[in-house]
Structures are given as structure tokens and as C-alpha cells.
């Protein structure tokens, strides 16, 4: 697989999942594709389905909930038809996963090195020792001290940032071609956030893999992504390159976020930030048209109607009723975040 090629692609995915009260659709004709190499943040906020589009990648839904997709393929392996254990070979062995709260994540019952040396020798023929040696390699990597000494500890006996890091180094542990970090700083203090920021940034280029970052936070991904997918309501309503989206935002709800968001050097003291007014729509039972019409200061008749995902350009693309010159003039009054 050369540095150009696609590592995973997805087209048209949605989710549903029955409830007694109707049946939720929290992810909808959602599409993206991330290449070797290439970081591509999701970004949105809480509730907007960016998690369960990463569950539904890993195959790792609730049991109630129905995955479609016209296209999901993994390092040209299909996804859709794949079977229990052929998943379980390709999860932490190709395709990764950290999830966002390490202490949930990790078993307190078993020790750090218990915990990271077997997913090794489940993907791997090694033996033990090479497993224990790969472990402490990874958590040097990640920037752990000591590391010989705290594969014998267990979880509760370490702080958040080191069970977050700890968590990186197990995504790591067989090589992935892809990892899938999901809000990996939220519960952590700025300080240590902008370690693992600058961790992931680092082990990416490293190991030339493809990483997908979910976050809410605008800042993030414009520390350390190439290319984002701005989502809400379940669906993506824009894509493209970090510098083009910021710079000129075409999707009301992607102005809306960036005016929300303080620029430092740039935002005078004092001033009133931006802020989008209304509540996220309920995702249950049938849906049309734009999801953000309620809230959008340029909703008009045709919202009402299903909006397909307008294509500019390769991985440029917006869902709105707008023509670029509409939202363009709209944006004008945006902070520029380049």
C-alpha cells in the first residue's frame, strides 16, 4: 500500500437503532475516506453521532442497532460482509481504536502489562518475552518513564494522562494501518492535553499511519488534522482540507462554530462571542431536510426538503441550499482562522 492509497472508505453509512418510543437514526449518509498517512478529524458537537460512526467502523454497536452502508472498506477488505472473527482479527491488529475515558477502557482486574501483551500475542506468533519487550518499547514511545516497572501496575494505581497514554501505546502495540482516537483529551487538564496532542501528532508521522481524531474542540483540529469532517444531527454538512474550511467556511453551522471560538491575538478583550441560538433536532422516527434549519439565520422553504451533499472539488463539499457565493457573503463576517 503505497503513501497515496486509501485506507479506509466509507459511502452513504447510516445507523438506526429501535426503541420503544421509535426507531433513532443518530448517524445518516454519512461519507468520508482517509489515506495513509493522513489525519482526518470529525468534529461536532455532543450527541452528533461522531462516536457511533467510529463504533460502526469497528463493528462495535450496540446490539440493537442496524448498520447499512453502499460502501465500507478497510485496507481493501470489505467490512459489511465481514464475519465475527474476521473482525476480531482485523480489530487492534490493522485498525485501532482509543477510546475517550481510559479508566472505563482498561480492566482493573489486570495489570498494564497483562492488558497491552495480549492483544500482541493474539494478532502475532511471538512469545511472551518479545510481547513484554514490544510493550515497553511503545511505552518509552508514548513518553512513559520507568516503563519495565508500570507494566506491573494496574490502572487505579495511575493518573488519567498515563492510562491515556498508556491506551495509545496498546492501539500501537501491532502496527495499525488506521487508528480511531475519540476525544483522547477530554478528561485531562490543558497541560497534559497539549502532550497527547503533540504525542499523536508525533506517532503519527512516525508510524505513517491513517488516524481519524473525534473532537469537539475547533482548535484541536487545527493543531493536527489535514483534512475535517464537520458533523451534526448524525450527518456531515462540510469536508475538506483544514486551511480551506477554516478560512472560508461554507455551511451555516461551520461559521456558527468557528465565530463561537475566542482567537488569541486576534479576538479583542471583551468581546462578545458568537453563539448558535436553538437545541440539536430529535433524531427519532422519519427525517427531511436540513437538520439545521431551525436554528440557521437563512432557512427558507426548500430546507424543508432533503439536502444532498453538494461536491466542489476532491474531499470539498458542504450540505446546504446555499450557492458557495451565498455562503461565502455570509461568512464574511467570520474570524479567519488562517
Known amino acids: 500500500m503505497n503513501a497515496a492509497e486509501t485506507v479506509l472508505a466509507v459511502e ?21 475516506s482517509v489515506k495513509r498517512g493522513e489525519t482526518l478529524c470529525l468534529v461536532g458537537e455532543s450527541g452528533c ?16 442497532a442496524q448498520r447499512r452502508a453502499d460502501r465500507l472498506e478497510f485496507a481493501g477488505a470489505n467490512l459489511l460482509g465481514a464475519r465475527e472473527r474476521r473482525m476480531a482479527d482485523i480489530r487492534g491488529n490493522q485498525l485501532a481504536m482509543v477510546f475517550q475515558e481510559p479508566m472505563t477502557s482498561l480492566n482493573p482486574a489486570y495489570t498494564i502489562g497483562n492488558q497491552m501483551t495480549e492483544v ?10 518479545e510481547a513484554r519487550e514490544r510493550a515497553i518499547y511503545l511505552l518509552e514511545k508514548v513518553g512513559i518513564t520507568a516503563a519495565e516497572s508500570r507494566l506491573r501496575q494496574y490502572p487505579h494505581q495511575l493518573s488519567g494522562g498515563l492510562r491515556q497514554r498508556i491506551m495509545i501505546a496498546m492501539g500501537l502495540m501491532c502496527g495499525p494501518e488506521l487508528i480511531i482516537c475519540d476525544e483522547p483529551t477530554t478528561a485531562l487538564d490543558v497541560t497534559i492535553q497539549a502532550q497527547i496532542l503533540s504525542l499523536l501528532a508525533g506517532l503519527q508521522r512516525e508510524f505513517h499511519m491513517g488516524m481519524i481524531l473525534i473532537t ?8 493536527v488534522a489535514q483534512r475535517v469532517a464537520v458533523m451534526y444531527a448524525g450527518q456531515i454538512v462540510e469536508t475538506g482540507c483544514v486551511d480551506e474550511v477554516f478560512a472560508a467556511p461554507l455551511h451555516p453551522y461551520t461559521q456558527g462554530l468557528l465565530q463561537c471560538i475566542p482567537i488569541p491575538g486576534k479576538t479583542p478583550r471583551g468581546e462578545h462571542l458568537g453563539s448558535i441560538p436553538g437545541m440539536v433536532p430529535s433524531l427519532m422516527g422519519t427525517l427531511r431536510g436540513c437538520g439545521f434549519r431551525e436554528r440557521c439565520p437563512y432557512a427558507f422553504a426548500d430546507c424543508a426538503q432533503d439536502v444532498p451533499l453538494v461536491e466542489l472539488g476532491p474531499g470539498r463539499g458542504y450540505r ?19
Open 49 to 64: 453521532g461522531k462516536s457511533l460512526t467510529a463504533l460502526s467502523i469497528m463493528d462495535l454497536l450496540p446490539s440493537r
Open 120 to 129: 500482541l500475542l493474539r494478532h502475532r506468533r511471538v512469545s511472551a518475552g
Open 320 to 338: 446546504c441550499r446555499l450557492t458557495p457565493e451565498q455562503t461565502g457573503a455570509n461568512a464574511a463576517g467570520a474570524q479567519v482562522w488562517t
Open 12 to 32: 452513504r453509512l447510516d445507523v438506526e437503532i429501535p426503541l420503544a418510543t421509535g426507531v433513532l437514526h443518530p448517524v445518516r449518509d454519512v461519507s468520508f
Open 216 to 223: 469537539h474542540d475547533l482548535g484541536i483540529v487545527a493543531r
